[in-house]
């Protein structure tokens, strides 16, 4: 029974290692990869451009 619950552990936890590898291998393009929202493209840009 100890050697079940040792291994679903294991498993959540190589799962959940697997979708981080996966999810930043596949990250959008634009920005700086930090999430502050800034981008490459003026049009994606959330910051209010000046007149």
């Known amino acids: 029974m100890q050697e ?6 294991f498993a959540v936890a190589l ?3 697997g979708n981080r590898a996966y999810q930043s291998f596949t ?3 634009a920005g700086c990869g930090k999430g502050c929202g800034c981008a490459t493209d003026a049009k994606l ?3 209010p451009t000046e007149k």
């Open 45 to 47: 840009s959330v910051r």
């Open 15 to 17: 799962g959940y290692l």
């Open 27 to 29: 990250a959008k393009k």
């Open 4 to 9: 079940l619950i040792i291994f679903l552990i």
